[in-house]
């Protein structure tokens, strides 16, 4: 069974820093393609940043410059470090897997980690 993990989400200040971990579990994950969505209050879901398959990363102009991805093959973990963080990036944030399989693919996704930025 698929299963994605967030952790590390909480309430900071602005301008303050949170790293948002993911633990996948039952699929390969070296070979899946991880990313990371947002969702805020009254709006739909945003993807925020994610890897290529050929490992090189993309980010959301939104975060572009305040946001790094990064993940741990031997950890099975990928990872968000959230820096210079603003009231706008308070949403519930979502770890997201495609797994491939030799005749399919799939997405699957986590239960969220709330993000809260406020004074």
């Known amino acids: 069974e698929v299963q994605l993990v967030e952790s590390g989400g909480g309430l900071v200040r602005p301008g303050g820093s949170l790293r948002l971990s993911c633990a996948g579990s039952?699929?390969?994950?070296?070979?899946?393609?991880m990313s990371w969505s947002r969702q805020a209050p009254g709006k739909g879901l945003e993807r925020v940043s994610g890897f290529y398959r050929d490992g090189s990363t993309y980010y959301a102009d939104s975060v572009k410059g305040r946001f790094t991805i990064s993940r741990d093959n031997a950890k099975n973990t990928v990872y968000l470090q959230m820096n210079s963080l603003k009231p706008e990036d308070t949403a519930v944030y979502y770890c997201?897997?495609?797994?491939?399989?030799?005749?399919?693919?799939?997405?699957?996704w986590g239960q969220g980690t709330q993000v809260t930025v406020s004074s």
């Open positions: 997201g897997s495609r797994v491939f399989t030799t005749t399919s693919e799939k997405d699957y």
């Open positions: 039952g699929f390969t994950f070296s070979s899946s393609i």
